[in-house]
């Protein structure tokens, strides 16, 4: 399939009229969800019950309703990538981010043990949050969570409960929880 270049947009979208182009944007939003997500925030202003989507996807990879989670890293990265291409809100990425950090910290303190991809996982998430959190000066909001996050470590092996703290403590000191 032949890509469209941005030029080619810009001359394909000059040669519509108004309505033309409402039209196909509407059309959009029927064929694609993620269209009709895009614009339901811009539109609402509100994107609380999308980011709610958001984060019961990633929760069902450690808890679904029935079952054991499957932990399908593709699955929860996916719901992370498309919810940032809808939300302008740093403050509701950020708690889609932590949500994935707390299930799996939850996850491993209910079912022991679990492997060292596992853990690779949620310390790497664990850090894309802390900078995203110091990035956009979102400590006032999260920095007790996040404290939290590590004081649920104590005692999990494959090295996890050190990297964590050593994470958290690379952002944050104990006098900020």
């Known amino acids: 399939m032949a890509k469209v270049t941005l030029t080619q ?16 944007i509407l059309q959009l939003m029927k064929l694609f969800p993620n269209v009709k997500e895009y614009y339901a925030v811009r539109v609402n202003s509100d994107e609380n019950e999308i980011m709610e989507k958001y984060k019961k996807i990633i929760r069902n990879e450690f808890f679904p309703v029935r079952g054991f989670g499957k932990l399908r890293y593709a699955v929860m990265k996916k719901a992370l990538d498309d919810f940032k291409k809808i939300s302008t809100n740093p403050a509701s990425i950020a708690e889609l981010m932590i949500t994935y950090v707390e299930s799996g910290v939850e996850f491993t303190n209910a079912y022991g043990d679990i492997d060292e991809v596992f853990y690779v996982k949620i310390e790497n998430m664990y850090e894309k949050l802390l900078a995203y959190v110091s990035e956009n000066d979102l400590e006032d909001t999260y920095v007790k969570r996040l404290a939290e996050i590590k004081d649920q470590c104590m005692g999990i092996g494959w090295e996890f409960e050190d990297t964590m703290m050593d994470l958290y403590y690379n952002y944050f000191s104990d006098d900020e929880d």
């Open 9 to 24: 947009m810009k001359k394909y979208l000059n040669s519509k009229t108004d309505a033309q182009l409402r039209e196909e």
